[in-house]
């Protein structure tokens, strides 16, 4: 079993709509979650970062946190066709290793 | 915003040829960097930690002899494959830590590495 599980789909939606994108993990020990995005031949590009349990907000962007089920979300509000990429969770414990997740692809039809 | 880059972006090797990657953090000294490998559709996978002035601290599994990792400046760390097999053409990316910021790693471009 993986570490850390992300559907990697692809996901394709319409202009406008709600990109919901989820991750699960086994390992108890993680505390800080991240949200990468990353487009084709790039490196990725942290969008959000959250400690322990919880919600966040930046702008069109909603990361939750529930660490009691190990899942993490990020929605994507007003998808845009800009916002099509590779979604990548992150999550670690009081060390600094990254554990990634395989990363959703997603399309925003325009 | 801190700034990572990579060199080469993209380089085509023989096999059993060695081939130098760098890593560079351009507007900030970063003590730690870290090294990772991306195959095709798969996550990133963390090879090792590299930290300035000390050796690298390699993840279970990758050959510290197949891949050597130098951190010789605060603002540079190099990796460099030697004795490439086709097996080792991949992504390699790396990431810097903000000293101010150590919760967060800001990522370099990436190289895709081929070899032939």
């Known amino acids: 079993q993986k570490e850390v599980e992300q559907d990697p789909g692809p996901l394709s939606v319409p202009e406008g709509a709600i990109v919901s994108l989820n991750c699960t993990y086994s390992?108890?020990?993680?505390?800080?979650f991240m949200w990468y995005r990353q487009y084709s031949r790039k490196g990725p590009e942290l969008l959000m970062y959250t400690y322990s349990s919880g919600n966040k907000e930046d702008g069109r962007f909603t990361a939750q946190v529930d660490k009691s089920s190990k899942y993490i979300s990020l929605f994507i509000r007003d998808s845009q066709p800009s916002d099509s990429a590779t979604y990548l969770c992150?999550?670690?414990?009081?060390?600094?290793?990254?554990?990634f997740g395989a990363g959703t692809t997603v399309t925003v039809r325009a | 915003g801190a700034v990572v880059s990579q060199h080469p972006s993209w380089v085509i090797c023989k096999s059993g040829t060695s081939v130098k990657i760098e890593c560079r953090s351009l507007?900030?000294?970063?003590?730690?960097m870290f090294w990772y490998r991306q195959f095709p559709k798969q996550s990133l996978m963390l090879m090792a930690t590299?930290?300035?002035?000390?050796?690298?601290?390699?993840e279970q599994g990758v050959e510290k002899d197949k891949f050597l990792i130098n951190h010789a400046s605060l603002t540079l760390s190099t990796l460099t494959v030697t004795s490439a097999h086709p097996e080792d053409s991949s992504f390699y990316i790396c990431?810097?830590?903000?000293?101010?910021?150590?919760?967060?790693?800001?990522f370099g471009p990436g190289t895709r590495l081929t070899v032939l």
């Open positions: 590299s930290n300035e002035g000390s050796k690298a601290t390699y």
């Open positions: 990431s810097a830590l903000l000293p101010v910021d150590t919760d967060t790693q800001y």
């Open positions: 992150a999550m670690r414990g009081d060390d600094y290793k990254l554990s």
């Open positions: 507007d900030f000294q970063a003590t730690t």
């Open positions: 390992n108890s020990a993680f505390q800080y």
